[in-house]
């Protein structure tokens, strides 16, 4: 059973002490490709390091993240385009709109959105976006935006049925992760009415833990808890949740 994991930080400095074996550990589990998205510059050495020590397993998505975009977000779009120029990338993203947090920059991250989705398209490139507290604000630009030249992923997806069929409809595949296995996700309640083709898989590792572990340290070899919730969802076994997913995101990412 191959598991794709189709978002995880795991740059982050919650791995620092452990990040070998906790990459044995989502091996063992049977994860064995791993997408790596960016927040924005300072994480890019980083993501490079992870690439030059798994390039068989980790590949490196670039963008920059929503609640990121501050007073310098000309100088972060700067350097995402000279990456962009310089090597290839497996996607754009993360990006999106995210007014949870601050709303101070909200029309810098909707020109901010834009300006990347039309970067995907230049390279022929998913998006993996992020949402929070924003769908009406991500559609408006999606709709924009759409064409058969738009596709990819909408991240850590928590709307509703109505939400999820129209996220589908701009050829966006839904990233489920540990929120599936929340008692008050709400999303498992009809998550069985999207068909399985249009979903993927991804913890958001170290964040979003699946039960039983919420509330600590995401990591990669969590995805199995995200599997077998799916599988009891979707009325199937663990090993067909995990070779759809993986199809699906062959089919976006290329690879």
């Known amino acids: 059973m191959i598991i794709t994991d189709t978002h995880a930080h795991l740059y982050s400095e919650q791995f620092d ?8 550990r989502a091996f063992d589990a049977g994860v064995r490709r791993l997408f790596i998205p960016a927040i924005d510059m300072e ?15 980790a590949f490196l998505l670039l963008g920059l993240h929503p609640t990121y975009v501050k007073e310098n977000y000309q100088e972060e779009l700067d350097f995402i385009e000279k990456k962009l120029r310089e090597r290839s990338f497996y996607g754009i993203g993360e990006i999106g709109i995210d007014l949870y947090w601050d709303r101070t920059f909200f029309k810098q991250q909707q020109e901010v959105f834009k300006t990347q989705i039309q970067w995907a398209k230049k390279y022929k490139l998913p998006i993996i976006i992020h949402c929070r507290d924003a769908f009406d604000e991500v559609f408006e630009v999606l709709e924009s935006e759409k064409g058969t030249d738009l596709f990819g992923i909408f991240h850590c997806f928590t709307g509703n049925l109505e939400q999820a069929k ?6 966006l595949k839904l990233g489920i992760g540990g929120v599936a296995t929340f008692k008050k996700g709400k999303i498992n ?23 039983p572990y919420r509330g600590k340290r995401n990591e990669p070899s969590y995805i199995v808890k995200v599997v077998e919730k799916l599988a009891d969802i979707y009325q199937t076994t663990p090993d067909e949740i995990a070779e759809v997913t993986t199809k699906n995101s062959r089919d976006i990412f290329g690879i």
């Open 17 to 24: 002490e452990d990040r070998g074996a906790m990459m044995q």
């Open 43 to 57: 994480s890019y050495d980083s993501m490079i390091s992870l690439e030059k020590a798994y390039p068989d397993n």
């Open 189 to 211: 309640k009809f998550l069985n009415e999207i068909p399985l083709e249009n979903i993927v898989l991804e913890t958001d590792a170290p964040y979003l833990a699946p039960t």
């Open 166 to 171: 129209r996220a589908v409809s701009y050829n």
